[in-house]
């Protein structure tokens, strides 16, 4: 900031300089030497020349340097300037001077940071009852005091309000809740997504669609919001239950880390008791009710998840999480996913690349694979080319396939051992192919054989499957799942392009005896693929979550990893 306030000119340092080169050599010195004044010495440097200025005493006493002064620039000039700078930095602007003060108060300065800081896109002046919340939808099923779809003047007064409040009491301070987390609800995760909503932070509870329709889009509801009642304080609101918003409270635990408390926990009950409210929240996370689930397993399952989640109330700590970040030579896009858990209905799962492996790490969980662990691993560097689909409908002959990739990979993984090889992600493995395995080979695709001789870093590039292998390997092979495979969807594509080895983790009630077993991996498009447990003789879809979030790229590739790490941590 002491270099905007300098008085040489407008903007950064490198307009200064121009502007020092056409001075005289003696008076490019005399600035030069400045440079390293204290800002706060400018700024009372800066306070003295507006007084001067005011004063008129310009004449009076020796006479200063003719410079040409920020604060001699008109005022429309100032406030476009301002405008332009950082929010977080004004409020040090405004103490070089009155003059800077008063600019300052200049709303568009503000609404402006708002804007393109926040992405705040609201005129507060013209905030029409349904601009409040794009998302009003919500609004008129949440708040009873919202009739015919307008927004009764329980709001706030927004004639009254200013940008500068918003910006400094609502958005820059809870800032650090944008984005989006995992609340910490014992095996069962989700998703939650903090945004900017018209003049509110609101946290969306992201929930897949009902099983088994993977294709439809996510559903959310809001747990809690935060706005402005008054003018320079800001209130968060419960939005649990069925009563309309409710005293809530926020609390930044530390750095990506946040809890949620709600005061009037009374406004979550309903009038009909339990019964009630079981019945409601079946209608809502299944769409059906419990007459409709004939499965006396998954009646359980849904029983234990309501008294579970419900205790908690909308107490609830938060961590954030990362969408994964992606690379042009990934097989597809990575990012979120909802996929199909047999009982447990639909999961939400993240889908990130890492060298030769994917991993589909649990968002949401249930109580045999809680939320944070990994639920399939894809071995990239194993394809596995699927017979004709006549062949195909049979299991027996998928699993005579798959186990011998199995075979092949345990080969490979002790020859590194022996061979003392880091098993480093990025790498390509280090035996050489084995040739006394002929019959297998024709099912198995080994991109690293390619290459031919030792594996090298070379091989290892060549190993990374291309984004144009798909289109090389037949973009539309048949696919059918073999007799004997159960599947939640019967509407799974029934083309592919392409298939590799995987495991995924399966484990008894409460992740007890946790066990990776084999499985296959299908790609079906860039935003559907597949996984076949081959143990539990089961198929789970995934399709891609479609909505767009903000602030949720991870600072680093190691954050990401780091991320991953820790939520896969808290439910080990
Ligand atoms: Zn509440």
Same mark, same amino acid.
């Given at each position: 900031?002491?270099?905007?306030?300098?008085?040489?000119?407008?903007?950064?340092?490198?307009?200064?300089?121009?502007?020092?080169?056409?001075?005289?050599?003696?008076?490019?010195?005399?600035?030069?030497?400045?440079?390293?004044?204290?800002?706060?010495?400018?700024?009372?440097?800066?306070?003295?020349?507006?007084?001067?200025?005011?004063?008129?005493?310009?004449?009076?006493?020796?006479?200063?340097?003719?410079?040409?002064?920020?604060?001699?620039?008109?005022?429309?000039?100032?406030?476009?300037?301002?405008?332009?700078?950082?929010?977080?930095?004004?409020?040090?602007?405004?103490?070089?001077?009155?003059?800077?003060?008063?600019?300052?108060?200049?709303?568009?300065?503000?609404?402006?940071?708002?804007?393109?800081?926040?992405?705040?896109?609201?005129?507060?002046?013209?905030?029409?009852?349904?601009?409040?919340?794009?998302?009003?939808?919500?609004?008129?099923?949440?708040?009873?005091?919202?009739?015919?779809?307008?927004?009764?003047?329980?709001?706030?007064?927004?004639?009254?309000?200013?940008?500068?409040?918003?910006?400094?009491?609502?958005?820059?301070?809870?800032?650090?809740?944008?984005?989006?987390?995992?609340?910490?609800?014992?095996?069962?995760?989700?998703?939650?997504?903090?945004?900017?909503?018209?003049?509110?932070?609101?946290?969306?509870?992201?929930?897949?669609?009902?099983?088994?329709?993977?294709?439809?889009?996510?559903?959310?509801?809001?747990?809690?919001?935060?706005?402005?009642?008054?003018?320079?304080?800001?209130?968060?609101?419960?939005?649990?239950?069925?009563?309309?918003?409710?005293?809530?409270?926020?609390?930044?635990?530390?750095?990506?880390?946040?809890?949620?408390?709600?005061?009037?926990?009374?406004?979550?009950?309903?009038?009909?008791?339990?019964?009630?409210?079981?019945?409601?929240?079946?209608?809502?996370?299944?769409?059906?009710?419990?007459?409709?689930?004939?499965?006396?397993?998954?009646?359980?399952?849904?029983?234990?998840?309501?008294?579970?989640?419900?205790?908690?109330?909308?107490?609830?700590?938060?961590?954030?999480?990362?969408?994964?970040?992606?690379?042009?030579?990934?097989?597809?896009?990575?990012?979120?996913?909802?996929?199909?858990?047999?009982?447990?209905?639909?999961?939400?799962?993240?889908?990130?690349?890492?060298?030769?492996?994917?991993?589909?790490?649990?968002?949401?969980?249930?109580?045999?694979?809680?939320?944070?662990?990994?639920?399939?691993?894809?071995?990239?560097?194993?394809?596995?080319?699927?017979?004709?689909?006549?062949?195909?409908?049979?299991?027996?002959?998928?699993?005579?396939? +798959? !186990?011998? /990739?199995?075979?092949?990979? @345990?080969? $490979?993984?002790?020859? &590194?051992?022996?061979?003392?090889?880091?098993? #480093?992600?990025?790498?390509?493995?280090?035996?050489?192919?084995?040739?006394?395995?002929?019959?297998?080979?024709?099912?198995?695709?080994?991109?690293?054989?390619?290459?031919?001789?030792?594996?090298?870093?070379?091989?290892?590039?060549?190993?990374?499957?291309?984004?144009?292998?798909?289109?090389?390997?037949?973009?539309?092979?048949?696919? +059918? !799942?073999? /007799?004997?495979?159960?599947? @939640?969807? $019967?509407?799974?594509? &029934?083309?592919?392009?392409?298939?590799?080895? #995987?495991?995924?983790?399966?484990?008894?009630?409460?992740?007890?005896?946790?066990?990776?077993?084999?499985?296959?991996?299908?790609?079906?498009?860039?935003?559907?693929?597949?996984?076949?447990?081959?143990?539990?003789?089961?198929?789970?879809?995934?399709?891609?979550?479609?909505?767009?979030?903000?602030?949720?790229?991870?600072?680093?590739?190691?954050?990401?990893?780091?991320?991953?790490?820790?939520?896969?941590?808290?439910?080990?």
């Amino acid at each position: 900031m002491a270099v905007c306030a300098r008085l040489c000119g407008v903007g950064p340092s490198r307009g200064c300089r121009r502007r020092q080169q056409r001075r005289g050599p003696a008076e490019t010195a005399a600035a030069d030497s400045e440079a390293d004044t204290d800002p706060e010495e400018e700024r009372i440097e800066a306070g003295a020349a507006a007084l001067a200025g005011a004063g008129g005493g310009r004449g009076a006493g020796p006479s200063p340097p003719p410079r040409c002064s920020l604060l001699e620039l008109p005022p429309e000039l100032l406030v476009e300037i301002f405008a332009s700078l950082p929010g977080t930095d004004l409020p040090s602007l405004a103490q070089v001077c009155t003059k800077f003060r008063r600019i300052l108060h200049t709303d568009t300065i503000w609404r402006r940071r708002c804007r393109e800081e926040y992405g705040v896109c609201e005129n507060l002046r013209k905030l029409d009852i349904t601009g409040v919340s794009c998302r009003d939808v919500y609004a008129k099923r949440i708040n009873p005091r919202v009739k015919s779809g307008r927004f009764m003047k329980i709001l706030p007064d927004y004639e009254h309000m200013e940008y500068r409040d918003v910006y400094t009491c609502l958005l820059h301070r809870y800032r650090h809740i944008l984005g989006l987390w995992q609340p910490d609800i014992g095996p069962y995760g989700g998703l939650l997504n903090v945004v900017v909503d018209g003049l509110f932070i609101i946290g969306w509870m992201y929930l897949p669609p009902h099983d088994p329709h993977v294709d439809d889009p996510m559903r959310f509801k809001p747990l809690f919001r935060v706005h402005l009642m008054e003018r320079k304080s800001a209130t968060v609101e419960c939005m649990y239950g069925h009563r309309g918003p409710h005293n809530g409270h926020i609390q930044i635990v530390k750095k990506d880390e946040f809890s949620t408390k709600c005061n009037q926990t009374d406004h979550h009950r309903m009038s009909g008791g339990r019964q009630e409210e079981f019945r409601t929240w079946l209608r809502e996370e299944w769409g059906r009710t419990l007459e409709d689930i004939f499965h006396e397993h998954m009646q359980e399952l849904i029983l234990m998840k309501f008294i579970y989640t419900s205790q908690y109330d909308n107490c609830l700590t938060y961590r954030r999480i990362y969408l994964p970040p992606s690379h042009p030579d990934d097989l597809i896009r990575p990012g979120l996913f909802k996929g199909t858990y047999g009982s447990h209905g639909l999961e939400i799962v993240m889908l990130s690349f890492h060298g030769k492996r994917a991993r589909g790490t649990k968002i949401t969980g249930d109580p045999n694979i809680p939320a944070g662990q990994q639920t399939v691993e894809i071995d990239l560097m194993h394809r596995i080319q699927l017979p004709d689909v006549e062949s195909l409908r049979s299991f027996n002959e998928l699993s005579r396939i +798959v !186990l011998e /990739v199995r075979e092949q990979v @345990r080969q $490979e993984q002790q020859q &590194r051992e022996e061979d003392g090889a880091e098993d #480093g992600e990025g790498r390509a493995p280090q035996s050489p192919r084995e040739p006394q395995r002929g019959p297998a080979q024709p099912s198995v695709e080994l991109p690293a054989e390619k290459g031919g001789g030792p594996a090298d870093g070379e091989a290892a590039a060549a190993a990374a499957p291309a984004p144009e292998q798909p289109a090389q390997s037949g973009q539309g092979q048949p696919f +059918v !799942l073999p /007799v004997g495979v159960s599947s @939640r969807n $019967e509407d799974y594509p &029934r083309t592919c392009r392409m298939c590799f080895y #995987g495991t995924g983790l399966i484990a008894g009630h409460g992740f007890t005896s946790p066990e990776r077993t084999p499985g296959v991996f299908i790609l079906f498009d860039e935003d559907r693929f597949g996984f076949i447990w081959l143990e539990l003789k089961s198929f789970s879809l995934y399709s891609r979550v479609r909505a767009t979030f903000r602030n949720a790229e991870a600072p680093s590739p190691q954050a990401f990893e780091e991320m991953l790490k820790n939520i896969q941590s808290l439910t080990s």
